[in-house]
């Protein structure tokens, strides 16, 4: 058993969830004259890949601590939504399913393309990390919830759409370029289509079922665009957290491991190691061709 990463690097350049402290480091002793180095970490549990725990939006739900192993770690799904999720799109379950097969209790990462746009790529571009990514309505928490999967990881800033949550105000011209956006591709203004009875639907109509996720996957996630395989994820064991950065791997047999590293080989990869997903379009291309055998 082999470990494919599927966490991004976090370092002080990594971007919080908007208005949420970021990454500071500070040297308290250093070798000289202390003989070891030792470091105060200060940060929100909303920085970098992460776990969204029950209590961050469901009072009386779990903390942290109270998740299983068994729940974290379990066969799950990497569907690519990349060639039908662009700026501010809304998802479907459908397009979920016409990609991979989901399985009831799977663990499922969904990969829009927008970690391309993360801190860690040479395509970098955090309004549109944050701000533009696609996002699913209403229709897909049901269908999340009906197919009773464990938990659900996105490679971008937030599981909800941008324009459900607080980033509609706080980022107004974006709010009325999205505007325009749903009104020609949807037929309805955005609030009309992510009315007050939605608002954070994927958070506030999830956890309080257990249905939680991660947010900020990458790594070396364009290696399995629209496959299965075991996923894990290790947050601390964080008494009252309500979140908790965390570290996310696919789990592969040792002669998957062999394969996916060639294509690893072949790929033009970020400063820090991972596969850089832009610049390697023939990896979606092989990725769209296995949806076609489905």
């Known amino acids: 058993m082999k470990f494919i990463d599927l966490t991004i690097p976090l370092g002080i350049g990594t971007p919080p969830w908007p ?7 500070q040297y308290f002793k250093r070798q000289a004259p ?6 105060v970490v200060t940060h929100s549990n909303h920085v970098g890949t992460h776990l969204d725990g029950e209590i961050h939006f469901y009072t009386p739900g779990k903390d942290i601590a109270s998740l299983d192993l068994d729940f974290l770690v379990h066969e799950g799904a990497v569907v690519d939504l990349s060639d039908c999720a662009a700026d ?11 990609r991979v097969e989901v399985k009831e209790g799977d663990i499922l990462i969904i990969h829009t393309g927008f970690h391309h746009y993360g801190w860690d790529q040479p395509t970098a571009d955090e309004v549109r ?5 696609p996002g699913p309505d209403r229709e897909f928490a049901e269908w999340a919830k009906k197919k009773k ?3 659900i990881g996105v490679d971008c800033g937030s599981a909800d759409h941008p324009m459900n949550t607080k980033i509609r105000e706080w980022m ?5 370029e999205c505007d325009s956006h749903f009104k020609q591709k949807y037929g309805k203004g955005l609030a009309e289509y992510f009315s007050d009875d939605k608002y954070q639907l994927m958070h506030i109509e999830m956890f309080n079922k257990g249905l939680i996720h991660a947010e900020c996957v990458g790594g070396d996630l364009d290696l399995l665009l629209n496959q299965r395989c075991t ?9 009252d957290g309500e979140s908790s950065i965390s570290r996310i791997v696919a789990m592969v047999d040792d002669d998957r491991y062999a394969e996916l590293m060639k294509k690893k080989a072949k790929a033009k990869l970020t400063k820090f190691g991972d596969v850089a997903g832009a610049e390697n379009a023939w ?6 061709k296995m949806r076609a055998k489905k």
């Open 149 to 151: 999967l464990r938990w």
């Open 19 to 25: 208005t949420y402290i970021p990454l500071q480091v």
């Open 129 to 133: 990390y944050m701000v533009k990514h």
């Open 231 to 239: 996923i894990g994820c290790f947050p601390w064991r964080f008494v």
């Open 34 to 39: 202390n003989g070891a180095n030792g470091q």
């Open 283 to 288: 990896l979606h291309e092989e990725a769209r």
């Open 172 to 176: 107004p011209r974006e709010a009325a």
């Open 88 to 98: 501010y799109d809304v998802y479907t379950s459908k397009q979920v399913e016409e």
